[in-house]
């Protein structure tokens, strides 16, 4: 089943703060999460394995909520280089395929 | 260096044609996957293999065919019978089959394909 993504689009300013969440009416396994530039491939960001497991890449972190089957990407004091669309990407066992959200796209601007 | 090639990057075809789409990779990954992207939309999984010689059928593989003969090639014909062909196709790779859960994918440039 989709996982469900929001908001759909977010704008921001330089600096400012973002959140992007992705919901699941399954229990989940893991969830990961990928951010695409326009036209270009998607590139890995982080894994969130069941347990509430918080990650944290630079500015950018996440977190697993298992109770709640939810994830939320947290992206603070953005970036420039932080535009592009905002995927997430759940599986419900440890064997089984993704299945991926719509996406978020996230527009930083200067 | 190691990565996953596709080619072409855009391909026209006349409707009523197959096409292929090439995906290679050196990566030495067990497991590789098509997705198929349309625009403002997720990706949605075409077919996958988790080991040579075989693979299953994604959300939406009718249409479609795939083989998997070489570790390192996973080819996608996009046949006359798939109704709207015209979308970005991504082709990944992960290690170790039966991990997809947690293994990262890695993910090729892309082939945008266009049949009108």
């Known amino acids: 089943q989709q996982p469900v993504q929001s908001p759909q689009a977010v704008i921001l300013r330089e600096g400012e703060d973002a959140v992007i969440n992705c919901s699941s009416s399954?229990?989940?396994?893991?969830v990961h999460w990928y951010r695409q530039k326009h036209g270009e491939a998607p590139v890995f960001l982080m894994i969130?394995?069941?347990?509430?497991e918080q990650k944290g890449h630079e500015k950018i972190s996440a977190s697993f909520n298992e109770k709640k089957q939810q994830s939320s990407l947290y992206l603070t004091a953005s970036q420039l280089s932080y535009s592009g669309t905002y995927f997430c990407g759940t599986s419900e066992t440890s064997g089984s395929r993704l299945t991926f959200g719509e996406g978020t796209q996230l527009t930083v601007n200067p | 260096d190691g990565g996953i090639t596709q080619s072409p990057k855009y391909l026209f075809r006349k409707e009523g044609q197959n096409v292929t789409l090439s995906c290679e990779q050196n990566l030495n990954h067990d497991a590789m996957y098509w997705y198929r992207q349309d625009p403002g939309q997720g990706l949605r999984l075409i077919y996958y293999?988790?080991?040579?010689?075989?693979?299953q059928k994604g959300d939406i593989a009718e249409g479609y065919s795939v083989s998997r003969e070489k570790k390192e090639s996973f080819p996608l014909t996009v046949t006359s019978a798939q109704k709207n062909p015209t979308a970005f196709y991504l082709c990944?790779?992960?290690?170790?089959?039966?991990?997809?859960?947690?293994?990262?994918?890695?993910f090729g440039p892309g082939t945008r394909l266009t049949v009108t």
């Open positions: 969130l394995l069941k347990g509430g």
């Open positions: 399954k229990a989940l396994y893991s």
């Open positions: 293999s988790q080991i040579v010689n075989d693979f």
């Open positions: 990944a790779s992960s290690r170790t089959p039966g991990t997809s859960a947690y293994r990262e994918q890695y």
